[in-house]
Structures are given as structure tokens and as C-alpha cells.
């Protein structure tokens, strides 16, 4: 079994930074790709940001790139997320989850994902 849970999340200007952390535990040996996620009240959770297991490649939605960046640091069995010019649209639940495969193009969908965190809320205000 696998744990993920999250931290970093807060409330924060338009134009500020934030960094989510998604400590994990468990059977981690197990874990491929990883990923965030989010949930704005009334919508969808949609895809934000993968990463494979060695760090090499990181996939990016659209609303994100250039803004965001993914990381891990297995050693410390922890992923990040460091989010720069934040906008009030980035305003949601940002979720930690993480697969046993190597997803590739399917690190956007998320039923491709078996763990997932409970969450940490990130408000951005103007």
C-alpha cells in the first residue's frame, strides 16, 4: 500500500509563489510515474503536471507551462511542485497521485493513476 499526502497549499497574491510538496510512504519502491492534479469548486479535475520515475521527463497541461514546474527527489520520497505567477484561475484542491507504470502520454488521464493524496487547497487573490 502506498500514501501520499500533500502540504504547501495556502492563500496567496496573483503574480506570487507557491510550493507543494507530496510526501510518500509505503510500498514507494512500486511507484513509476507521478503526477498533480486539481479541482476548482464546480468543475472537473483536470490534469496540471507528470513526471516519470527518474525526473528526465516532465509533461505539462497548456494552462501551466512556463509557470510551473515538477520535480522529484526519491531519496527523499517526496514530489514537488513549485508554481510561479500564480492567477486566480489557478485557484483549486491540487492533488498528489501516482502510478506503478510508466505512463507517458496517458500521465494526462487520470484513471491511468492507482494512489492519490487528499488534497491541499491553493487560493489565489488578486
Known amino acids: 500500500q502506498v500514501q501520499l499526502v500533500e502540504s504547501g497549499g495556502g492563500l496567496v497574491q496573483a503574480g506570487g509563489s507557491l510550493r507543494l510538496s507530496c510526501a510518500r510512504s509505503?510500498?514507494?519502491?512500486?511507484?513509476?510515474?507521478m503526477g498533480w492534479f486539481r479541482q476548482a469548486p464546480g468543475k472537473e479535475r483536470e490534469f496540471v503536471a507528470a513526471i516519470t520515475r527518474s525526473g528526465g521527463t516532465a509533461y505539462y497541461a497548456d494552462s501551466v507551462q512556463g509557470r510551473f514546474t515538477i520535480s522529484r527527489d526519491n531519496a527523499k520520497s517526496t514530489l514537488y511542485l513549485q508554481m510561479n505567477s500564480l492567477k486566480p484561475e489557478d485557484t483549486a484542491e491540487y492533488y498528489c497521485?501516482?502510478?506503478?507504470?510508466?505512463?507517458?502520454?496517458?500521465?494526462?488521464?487520470?484513471?491511468?493513476?492507482?494512489?492519490w493524496g487528499q488534497g491541499t487547497q491553493v487560493t489565489v487573490s488578486l
Open positions: 497521485a501516482a502510478s506503478t507504470k510508466d505512463l507517458r502520454l496517458s500521465a494526462r488521464v487520470e484513471i491511468s493513476y492507482d494512489y
Open positions: 509505503g510500498r514507494t519502491f512500486s511507484l513509476n510515474t
